[in-house]
């Protein structure tokens, strides 16, 4: 379930083990299952725009289509689609033949709602890498939650005196006021340094990709990290406080670039939203946008390793 590259790299591990045939169902038309050109075997197959709704009776897989509203469109190179599922009978073979090729094309002309997948043997979830840490007792975590959730922290109000340095898009969007309520647990942990738990810093993670998606290097910076923090004596340990001011430096720091700010202030978001059906940027203003997330990922991952003595 899921379409990006989790799904192929277990869809090709799946093959190596011996897989009789892999079905990936996935909601977005241009994810990078779709770019793979021919998959091993012929054994992959695709539902593309479809979300799993449940199991029926015989204990077959059903498949709900979605569709995308009619002012939203995807666009899709078609000529690197792999074999797209129209539809599929576990009893029928014969789709290479004239005759299967013209129903698969009919059929797909058609607004399908509903597909039975049959036969299947096992579910892998390639939804996401947010972090689950369900199976933990609440006990041990600070912020008394049933279920311990990373991507949960405090109420995150701008600081009042804060104003965005000028920079490319202001000449278009001037100074947007932030919105009331920065949405920053969306995406990032409630940790010190991406690895300790801040309300209870004996408890600690490796979330690698809270920065980066550069994920075995930083997996390796923060074992580091937590190893230097395990054997550090208690009094040079950061503070709570310390922390927690860390963390809010952090923000603040993630508001003064543009491609992150976006993605945590809604007010902004929504203003550049409104440039972007006006507006067409530049390649140097592109670059720039892209520029300054990389150029700040580079420096926190050059912080944590200057703290974790890396």
């Known amino acids: 379930i899921g379409g990006a590259s989790s799904a192929e790299d277990t869809a090709l591990t799946s093959l190596k083990l011996g897989a009789d045939d892999v079905f990936i169902s996935f909601r977005n038309p241009d994810d990078p299952v779709t770019i793979v050109h021919s998959w091993p075997l012929a054994k992959v197959w695709l539902f593309r725009g479809s979300v799993v709704s449940g199991v029926d009776e015989n204990n077959c897989i059903i498949l709900r289509f979605v569709k995308l509203p009619q002012n939203v469109t995807i666009p899709y190179d078609k000529n690197k689609l792999t074999e797209d599922v129209s539809k599929y009978h576990d009893s029928d073979d014969s789709s290479n033949d004239e005759e299967a090729s013209e129903k698969e094309s009919s059929d797909d002309e058609e607004e399908r709602e509903e597909e039975i997948v049959c036969g299947i043997d096992t579910v892998i979830f390639c939804t996401g890498y947010k972090a689950d840490f369900g199976m933990l007792d609440p006990s041990i975590n600070g912020l008394g939650q049933q279920n311990i959730d990373l991507y949960a922290g405090p109420s995150l109000p701008p600081r009042k005196d804060w104003e965005m340095t000028e920079n490319f898009l202001t000449k278009y969007v001037g100074d947007i006021q932030p919105a009331n309520e920065l949405d920053y647990w969306k995406k990032h942990p409630y940790l010190y340094q991406y690895s300790v738990s801040i309300t209870n810093p004996s408890l600690m993670y490796l979330v ?67 440039l972007d059906t006006t507006y067409n940027f530049t390649k140097q203003e592109e670059f720039t946008w892209e520029r300054g997330e990389v150029v700040f990922t580079f420096r926190a991952l050059a912080e944590t390793m200057e703290k974790a003595g890396y």
């Open 208 to 274: 690698p990709n809270a920065v980066s998606l550069d994920q075995i290097l930083w997996a390796d910076v923060l074992a580091w990290h937590v190893l230097a923090f395990i054997t550090a004596e208690p009094s040079a340990r950061s503070t709570e406080d310390e922390m927690i001011k860390w963390l809010a430096g952090r923000v603040h720091h993630e508001m003064q670039i543009p491609a992150l700010r976006d993605d945590i202030d809604a007010n902004y978001h929504n203003a550049l939203k409104k």
